[in-house]
């Protein structure tokens, strides 16, 4: 068993020890364009493992059945990797959702001349779709 003391420093180094191998593990899958985008996605994953690594690592272990099983360490680590794994591509599908996607239903399609056009009532040569 740990002391008292040393519990809180162990519990934070697993927590950054499980946030780190799990933004590595984001960054191996899918590689960066640059280096401060390797560089983002991993103080990025950092952060949310750090943050979120404790509930996500109980609510885990309460969801496989291994609240008793394993020590609170364990539980950390897991939930810090699960946490920081999971927050780049969370991150990614909101990009995709709210930037990209609509970027993509605003497209504008230029016609040749006028008789091209579906309707006539437009003087100019650009309709958006």
């Not at 946030?19 to 390797?38: D, F, Q």
């Not at 996605?41 to 309460?62: C, E």
Request: charged share 20%.
């Amino acid at each position: 068993m740990l002391s008292t003391a040393a519990e809180p420093i162990s519990l934070w180094v697993a927590k950054l020890l499980g946030a780190a191998v799990g933004s590595s593990i984001s960054i191996a899958y899918l590689l960066p364009k640059s280096r401060r985008e390797a560089a983002l996605r991993l103080a990025i994953g950092i952060a949310v493992g750090l943050t979120f690594g404790g509930p996500v690592g109980v609510k885990m272990a309460l969801h496989l059945g291994l609240r008793g099983e394993v020590g609170e360490l364990e539980i950390a680590l897991m939930g810090a990797s699960a946490a920081s794994l999971c927050a780049w591509w969370a991150l990614g599908a909101l990009r995709r959702l709210f930037v990209d996607w609509p970027d993509q239903n605003k497209k504008t399609v230029q016609y040749q001349n006028k008789g091209d056009l579906p309707f006539h009532s437009s003087s100019s040569s650009e309709k958006r779709l």
